[in-house]
Structures are given as C-alpha cells and as structure tokens.
C-alpha cells in the first residue's frame, strides 16, 4: 500500500533505537524526511546516515533531552515543516510509589506528559493551517492496565491520554489527527529494565521473570521495532484521516478485557 507520504516531514524523538527507530525508519521507507532525536548523540548520528543513505530521504539529527526547551525548539525549527510527529520518551524508572520523591514524579510528568504536549503546541498550527497532519504519541500498555511497578510511568502517561483525547476532536476536520500507540511487551531496552525490576521485587532471576512475562503474552513472543513501525506509519498515512483520538494497544493479545 502506498501511504501517500512521500515528501512529507516527521519530527521522531527517542529514535536511535528502540521502537522510536521502527517508527523513524519505516516512515522513510514511505519517503518521508526525518528529524531524529535523541539523547546520545553517536549513535543517532550512525542512525540518522544509515536511514538517508538507505532510503534516499534528507534525515537531520539534533541530538538532546527533549525535555530542554531549548532542544524542543531546535527540533522544530530543523524541518522544512512538521507534517508528522512522533512523541516519544523513555519511560521513567520502575520501582515502589512509597520510595519515589516529589522530583521523581516532577520528571516523570515532564518526560511524559508536558513535553509532548509542548511539543504539540509548537507544530501542530502549521499542520492546521496546511490541511494535514499526523501526531502519534508511544505511550503504553500500562495506561490500559496499569503496571505495578510503573507507577510513574502509569500516572504520567495517563494524563497524556486525557489531553490528547479533548484535543483530538477538535483538530479532525482540518485532517490533523492525534493518536497514541500503547506497546506491550516489546523486545526493548525499556522491557529488559522492568523484566529485571520484577525480578528484584519478586525475589527471582531475571530469566524467570523474562519466562513469567512472556507467559501472559498469547503471541508467544514479544513485539518487534519492524512491526510497531509499520503500525505507527499507517496511522501517519493519507488513508488514515478518519482515525483519530485513539489508543491502540500492541501487545501480543496480553490485554484479556473485551473493550
């Protein structure tokens, strides 16, 4: 299928690995010039030329915490325009609610919650304006069914959710969705981190909690950067203008609610 983005511009922050990789790079199979974001900077930059000279798209790194304000801007100003934006950040740490801090919680919010949501005040105008435009926010499985031991990522993530289900309702008819995507258990640095917190938290190793969590993953497996790509370019495509304000839960059938 041809997604109809060719030539458009994407704005992909996490993604020097990890499912912001898949995302960045499936939209530039699709043709699509990136700006690509990340805190470590070599090995975005070994990203950002290997996805330009593969797919023969203009790729701009600007390496940084997103969560600077200074960063953001520049993010923004590093493309021709913003058609499409990925919001993405590492999760915060896992671990008990009762040993997080003010500033824990100050940073989760931050990471999670008010920096995508500046990150959208700053482009999502010109998207307006030109009768186009996609904003994917990577949130979580765990804003469906919490998990315990994400219980920062759990609150941050949820406010996210809320704000962007007011605000996609009143974007769609000048064809500028808003949606998120809610990944489960993906093969990630993210997972491995919260696989050895159970283990901590449970007293067991950290295979037999890896063993433990697949378990409640019907698929039999965990998800891949390819397939959540491919997920996050369609919501981006032309085909998908009547979809917006939705939350779609990729995580193997590990859900087991009906709706």
């Not at 995508?116 to 949130?139: A, C, H, W």
């Not at 159970?198 to 497996?221: F, H, M, N, T, Y």
Request: charged share 20%; glycine share 12%; proline share 3%.
């Amino acid at each position: 299928m041809n997604l109809g983005l060719q030539g458009r511009w994407a704005l992909v922050c996490a993604s020097s690995k990890g499912l912001g990789l898949g995302c960045a790079e499936s939209l530039a199979a699709e043709g699509v010039h990136l700006v690509m974001n990340a805190r470590g900077e070599e090995l975005l930059r070994q990203q950002a030329t290997r996805l330009a000279s593969l797919y023969g798209v203009t790729v701009h790194a600007v390496p940084g915490d997103i969560t600077s304000a200074d960063v953001q801007a520049e993010c923004l100003k590093a493309a021709l325009q913003i058609d499409i934006l990925i919001t993405n950040a590492g999760g915060p740490p896992p671990g008990d609610f009762r040993k997080f801090t003010r500033v824990d919680w100050i940073r989760a919010v931050e990471a999670n919650m008010l920096t995508p949501i500046e990150l959208i005040k700053g482009s999502i105008d010109g998207m307006i304006e030109r009768g186009f435009g996609r904003i994917v926010n990577i949130t979580s499985s765990s804003v469906k069914a919490p998990i315990d031991v994400l219980a920062l990522s759990n609150g941050a993530r949820s406010g996210l959710t809320g704000f962007i289900a007011g605000l996609a309702r009143k974007t769609a008819a000048r064809n500028v969705t808003l949606n998120n995507l809610l990944p489960g258990a993906f093969d990630t640095d993210r997972l491995r981190s919260t696989i050895r917190a159970a283990a901590i938290q449970q007293g067991i190793s950290e295979d037999e909690s890896a063993a433990q969590r697949l378990k409640a993953v019907p698929a039999g497996r965990f998800g891949n950067a390819f397939e959540f790509g491919q997920a996050c370019a369609y919501l981006c495509s032309a085909q998908a203008g009547y979809i917006t304000g939705q939350n779609f839960l990729i995580d193997g059938g590990a859900y087991p609610g009906t709706f």
